[in-house]
């Protein structure tokens, strides 16, 4: 049996160690979460694309204002399109609320693009936004469904330094036949699995049959879409037939040079 003095030190340790372990413990780092605030607002306030806090709904319609036939449902908003750049130029992430949900959009500037800014959107979602001047143009994708804010091209009549803009969904629009873009980077590997290897240079593929046009920002301009998807990756898109016979004329079935990239730029008809 031990005696009293041999327990005293015992606690005597145990309490140091005990203390030890709190000092460490308040010394090291704490993890902060960053938590980006929502604009309190009633549902009836809120526009389909809300961009939290730069955002006023409009009623709708509004005379003047055509929209196009193969939109079933739409509403109109006027962004505070400076403060959107500004808060977006600052790295923070936007708030936003999608068809009445909350959700956080971290978008970053597109190199070489300024005045572009593509990212995620909580919850697997993806975003697009491009500001210029009073005018802005959105992509939301979330659950399979795609969101998009577009310019009417006519100021607000309550506030007329504002442009009014349009917003409608994926599922609002009839369904229509046409044809649909796709695009390829085969430089980044895009068609690696088709025989079409991402370090082959222009030597490569005149070697193996291949006809090179070049693509250069003036052509861009009569492809809007193919300039689009350039930027934003986004496939798939809709194309006019102005710019499906253009396709047709000087890119099926070639490689087109683009920046030092090259490309497969094509359309499938649904």
Same mark, same amino acid.
């Given at each position: 049996m031990r005696?009293?003095?041999?327990?005293?030190?015992?606690?005597?340790?145990?309490?140091?160690?005990?203390?030890?372990?709190?000092?460490?413990?308040?010394? =090291? !780092? #704490?993890?902060? &979460?960053? +938590?980006t605030p929502q604009e309190p607002i009633a549902p009836e306030d809120q526009a389909l694309v809300h961009i939290d806090f730069f955002?006023?709904?409009?009623? =709708? !319609? #509004?005379?003047? &204002?055509? +929209?196009?036939?193969s939109i079933l449902r739409y509403e109109l908003a006027v962004y505070d399109t400076e403060g959107i750049r500004d808060s977006l130029l600052s790295g923070e992430p936007l708030a936003v609320h999608i068809a009445g949900q909350p959700y956080t959009a971290?978008?970053?500037?597109?190199?070489?693009?300024?005045?572009s800014f593509t990212g995620t959107l909580s919850g697997d979602g993806r975003a697009h936004l491009t500001v210029s001047g009073d005018v802005l143009r959105g992509y939301f994708?979330?659950?399979?469904?795609?969101?998009?804010?577009?310019s009417t091209g006519r100021y607000d009549g309550k506030s007329p330094g504002n442009v009014l803009?349009?917003?409608?969904?994926?599922a609002d629009v009839k369904g229509l036949s046409g044809c649909y873009l796709t695009l390829y980077n085969i430089s980044?590997?895009?068609?690696?699995?088709?025989?079409?290897?991402a370090d082959w240079t222009r030597a490569d593929f005149l070697k193996a049959g291949h006809e090179i046009?070049?693509?250069?920002?003036?052509?861009?301009?009569?492809?809007?879409?193919?300039?689009?998807?350039?930027?934003?990756?986004?496939?798939?898109?809709?194309?006019?037939?102005?710019?499906?016979?253009?396709?047709?004329?000087?890119?099926?079935?070639?490689?087109?040079?683009?920046?030092?990239?090259y490309y497969v730029i094509d359309f499938f008809e649904s």
């Open positions: 005696g009293k003095g041999s327990v005293i030190p015992a606690l005597l340790l145990t309490a140091a160690v005990t203390a030890l372990a709190a000092g460490f413990a308040a010394l =090291a !780092p #704490v993890t902060e &979460v960053t +938590i955002t006023e709904k409009r009623d =709708a !319609p #509004v005379e003047g &204002v055509d +929209i196009l036939s971290d978008l970053q500037e597109m190199p070489r693009d300024t005045g994708e979330i659950g399979g469904v795609a969101y998009h804010v577009e803009h349009y917003l409608f969904s994926s980044n590997g895009d068609l690696k699995d088709s025989g079409y290897p046009v070049p693509l250069t920002d003036a052509d861009l301009v009569g492809l809007p879409r193919v300039n689009e998807t350039l930027r934003t990756g986004f496939m798939e898109v809709p194309l006019s037939e102005n710019e499906t016979m253009r396709i047709v004329k000087g890119y099926r079935g070639k490689i087109a040079e683009y920046r030092g990239n």
